[in-house]
């Protein structure tokens, strides 16, 4: 049986080098090890951008070299598309459009599960049920919006 696709926006790999938030960066360091071997993990190219502006060089190679392993989906016009419309409709702000580009390149791809530490504008009950509402009327499939302990 295939594993179950996970996508990992910057938030995680970001946690699991953080030791300003001890025990968010333990729970992250725990889900990498015990429970994402479980998934496919998957990052996007979004992800990829925004680990290479990572401006201390150091904390740049680590947090490449900790999802040197993941899948890379590309942000291609469709998940533009429909990152554009999550905003337009105010599922997003315009200022965190993101935030928006990470679930829909998820969402575009079939991902199952999208996991974020980012509570403020996408792992909270309103943006799970706006995504999941706009995503079947555009005929797209549901995501689960979770946070690593929920996995």
Request: proline share 5%; glycine share 4%; charged share 25%.
């Given at each position: 049986?295939?594993?179950?696709?996970?996508?990992?926006?910057?938030?995680?790999?970001?946690?699991?080098?953080?030791?300003?938030t001890?025990?968010?960066?333990?729970?992250?360091?725990?889900?990498?090890?015990?429970?994402?071997?479980?998934?496919?993990?998957v990052?996007?190219?979004?992800?990829?951008?925004?680990?290479?502006?990572?401006?201390?060089?150091e904390?740049?190679?680590?947090?490449?070299?900790?999802?040197?392993?993941?899948?890379?989906?590309?942000?291609?016009?469709?998940?533009?598309?429909?990152?554009?419309?999550?905003?337009a409709?105010?599922?997003?702000?315009?200022?965190?459009?993101?935030?928006?580009?990470?679930?829909?390149?998820?969402?575009?791809?079939?991902?199952?599960?999208?996991c974020?530490?980012?509570?403020?504008h996408?792992?909270n009950?309103?943006?799970?049920?706006?995504?999941?509402?706009?995503?079947?009327?555009?005929?797209?499939?549901?995501?689960?919006?979770?946070?690593?302990?929920?996995?």
């Amino acid at each position: 049986m295939a594993k179950q696709s996970v996508y990992l926006d910057s938030t995680i790999p970001s946690a699991y080098y953080d030791s300003r938030t001890p025990e968010r960066q333990g729970q992250t360091i725990q889900f990498w090890n015990r429970r994402l071997p479980d998934f496919a993990a998957v990052i996007s190219s979004v992800v990829v951008l925004e680990i290479r502006a990572t401006p201390n060089d150091e904390r740049r190679t680590r947090l490449e070299n900790l999802v040197q392993d993941c899948e890379v989906l590309v942000f291609d016009e469709e998940a533009d598309t429909l990152a554009q419309e999550y905003v337009a409709r105010g599922i997003f702000p315009e200022k965190y459009v993101d935030d928006a580009n990470h679930v829909a390149v998820a969402v575009t791809n079939g991902i199952g599960y999208f996991c974020s530490w980012n509570f403020t504008h996408i792992v909270n009950v309103n943006i799970r049920r706006e995504v999941n509402l706009f995503n079947a009327l555009k005929g797209y499939g549901p995501i689960e919006i979770v946070a690593p302990p929920e996995l």
